[in-house]
């Protein structure tokens, strides 16, 4: 039996290695054709007289009815070499074209043509690309035709100008000669075929891997290029906030000591800012999936420190942070810092002075992040989502309820501004399988993240507020 997969048909256009194992298939044709000089009946004869004439008396006559025999032969020959190549492209047609010399031997009586057997043989391997099947099929032909041979026992016009009799050979070793003959050539032919198909398989995969590497070879360059572009300009700004707030107390000696204080607790943000923004440039600069320099559980509660330091209300509350990063992926604890940070930058920039909660609550399954801000007069949140129902901790390790009413994060609303940062907390904590709440509550705030404590998947650095 054949593999199956040896005659699964192969679409697409036809490798240059198979065509040229086609050609090489139709001029061995060519020759077993044009030198079994086969040609029905009465044609036969006159060429041989011809041909006779022409070495033996050197007659004009003779010479002329020789070349047009000899001419004959080679276009008979070209003609099987022309079917073999069409099997290439449509192989039923081919087969049925190279049977056609049978009618001659079933009318006319002529000698069985060898060349019937050649040409499907031909036919087997030239269809093989596209229609394995179609291969099957002419080899069956190419032994029908040698069971017709056994059966009307004529003479066989063979290569080189012999003549097989059957009444001079054994039938049956000749029977089994040609099925191994036959048989062999289409499983060589199915091998090879499968082979080269494996093969040119291979050299697609190497090509699209290196226009993959390419690929990512260019984006590694963009986002070189962006890293250097935003330190030329943001960095040089958060450098020059940091300078003059350092040095305001050497050019104006006359300031009280709150407002030095003020200045030395600007400072010294607009630097961790900058160590922060040089480390998200350094991503940019580097290949996807390395996380290295990027914040971890760790730095939450120093984020919300430095917060409360600075004069905000924020208290952090809920499970203690060892608690929660215990076994987790680090790609949780760079989505919580980042949303803690959000959260913490929307209380600064839209209700200075409010309250703040930051609660890190974690189940079996899940991890909770949530900041919310106390109500305050005159402030103006950006809207999202409207979370309806209360945040409540999870003791049951179920997830939080859904909101009642859900908007894409940044739709545009009388209530506030469109910024970019709540789509970027979305992005990173969906790109890890968890799900985002953010938006007014009570004349307050709430952005709390819930994640799954599963396989963690990519997360995109950086992203602009």
Do not use: I, K, Q
């Given at each position: 039996m054949i593999p199956t997969r040896l005659l699964d048909p192969r679409p697409g256009p036809v490798?240059?290695?198979?065509?040229?194992?086609?050609?090489?298939?139709?001029?061995?044709?060519?020759?077993?054709?044009?030198?079994?000089?086969?040609?029905?009946?009465?044609?036969?004869?006159?060429?041989?007289?011809?041909?006779d004439r022409f070495a033996g008396v050197g007659s004009v006559v003779g010479a002329v009815v020789g070349l047009l025999a000899l001419a004959l032969w080679v276009a008979t020959g070209a003609i099987a070499a022309a079917v073999v190549l069409l099997g290439v492209r449509r192989p039923l047609a081919a087969v049925g074209l190279a049977l056609l010399p049978l009618v001659a031997v079933v009318v006319l009586g002529s000698a069985v043509p060898f060349a019937v057997v050649a040409v499907l043989a031909g036919i087997t391997v030239a269809a093989a690309w596209h229609s394995p099947s179609a291969s099957v099929l002419a080899t069956l032909a190419a032994l029908a035709t040698v069971a017709l041979w056994f059966v009307v026992r004529l003479p066989m016009e063979a290569p080189l100008g012999s003549v097989v009799e059957l009444r001079f050979t054994d039938a049956l070793v000749v029977g089994v000669l040609y099925v191994l003959a036959l048989g062999g050539l289409l499983v060589a032919t199915l091998v090879g075929r499968d082979a080269v198909a494996r093969g040119l398989d291979a050299r697609q995969r190497v090509a699209a891997r290196s226009a993959e590497v390419e690929e990512q070879s260019e984006v590694t360059a963009e986002r070189a290029r962006l890293a250097r572009d935003l330190h030329d300009v943001v960095a040089h700004h958060v450098s020059l906030i940091a300078v003059r707030a350092e040095t305001a107390p050497y050019t104006h000696p006359g300031l009280q000591p709150e407002a030095r204080s003020v200045l030395a607790e600007i400072a010294s943000d607009a630097r961790r800012a900058l160590d922060e923004l040089r480390g998200v440039l350094g991503i940019l600069g580097r290949s996807v999936g390395d996380r290295a320099p990027q914040p971890s559980w760790s730095d939450v509660a120093a984020l919300v420190e430095r917060s409360s330091s600075s004069g905000e209300q924020v208290a952090l509350v809920g499970d203690p942070v060892d608690r929660v990063a215990a076994g987790t992926d680090p790609a949780?604890?760079?989505?919580?810092?980042?949303?803690v940070q959000e959260g913490l930058t929307n209380a600064r920039k839209h209700a200075a002075g409010s309250a703040t909660t930051v609660r890190l609550e974690r189940t079996a399954g899940l991890v909770v992040v949530s900041v919310v801000t106390a109500p305050t007069g005159g402030a103006t949140w950006p809207r999202g989502d409207e979370p309806t129902a209360p945040i409540a901790p999870l003791a049951t390790g179920a997830p939080l309820p859904a909101p009642t009413r859900r908007l894409p994060v940044g739709d545009p609303a009388p209530s506030g501004t469109v910024g970019?940062?709540?789509?970027?907390?979305?992005?990173?904590?969906?790109?890890?399988?968890?799900?985002?709440v953010a938006g007014p509550r009570d004349g307050g705030f709430a952005l709390e993240a819930t994640l799954p404590l599963g396989p963690a998947g990519p997360v995109v650095a950086g992203g602009a507020r």
């Open positions: 490798p240059e290695t198979w065509v040229l194992v086609s050609r090489v298939a139709a001029a061995v044709v060519f020759l077993c054709v044009a030198s079994s000089r086969w040609v029905p009946v009465d044609v036969a004869r006159l060429a041989s007289y011809g041909l949780l604890g760079y989505v919580a810092y980042r949303v970019h940062g709540l789509v970027g907390m979305r992005e990173r904590v969906e790109a890890l399988g968890g799900r985002l």
